[in-house]
T-cell receptor, first 113, second 113 residues
């Protein structure tokens, strides 16, 4: 069974600083996809970044980047130059094939002004 | 662009009542999904429809039924609501290929008394 673990229920970061959110997953598949979603208080689920397992290069989207360690089954999210608008719940998710996403339990990020 | 639209946004039911949650997407996506989100947990898949005319059970299907009415619409029905079904329900859609992200609606907060 696929499982996704986010071991940090809460994190905080000073505005303009960098923070890393951790995620590990368990799978026997070799081809899969990983995502980070952001859920602000508005409750929307917003895609932040995605990574294909077959790609060795870490994905980057502006201030957001990942550290993908396939052998260790680790997929952490780094947020640089943190902004107040980054405050939200962040969910790591795993997907194989065309089917559903498996989500972690989330990390609540607080940005301190 | 509307994206994924869910109705209603809020609902309160009594135990034993029935209700249908509606979801529609205008992105011409093949696949649609229903998730529930409970406190302290990530989203869990209830049912999904990989393509028009097909539906499959997800992780937590008991107590629910779904209908893929057409390519745009995917409804979730609670036949006899129970307090354990109090949750926030999200509909999502995506193209079939695995690296394509799921796009989420704004959620429905459902309370069963």
């Amino acid at each position: 069974a696929q499982t996704v673990t986010q071991s940090q229920p809460e994190m905080s970061v000073q505005e303009a600083e960098t923070v890393t959110l951790s995620c590990t997953y368990d799978t026997s598949e070799s081809d899969y996809y990983l995502f980070w979603y952001k859920q602000p208080p508005s409750r929307q689920m917003i895609l932040v970044i995605r990574q294909e397992a077959y790609k060795q290069q870490n994905a980057t989207e502006n201030r957001f980047s990942v550290n993908f360690q396939k052998a260790a089954k680790s997929f952490s999210l780094k947020i640089s130059d943190s902004q107040l608008g980054d405050a939200a719940m962040y969910f790591c998710a795993y997907r194989t094939g065309a089917n559903n996403l498996f989500f972690g339990t989330g990390t609540r990020l607080t940005v301190i002004p | 662009n509307a994206g994924v639209t869910q109705t209603p946004k809020f609902q309160v039911l009594k135990t034993g009542q029935s209700m249908t949650l509606q979801c529609a997407q205008d992105m011409n996506h093949n696949s649609m999904y229903w998730y529930r989100q409970d406190p302290g947990m990530g989203l869990r898949l209830i049912y999904y429809s990989a393509s028009e005319g097909t539906t499959d059970k997800g992780e937590v299907p008991n107590g629910y039924n779904v209908s893929r009415l057409n390519k745009r619409e995917f409804s979730l029905r609670l036949e006899s609501a129970a307090p354990s079904q109090t949750s926030v329900y999200f509909c999502a859609s995506s193209y079939r290929t695995g690296n394509q992200p799921q796009h989420f609606g704004d959620g429905t907060r459902l309370s069963i008394l």
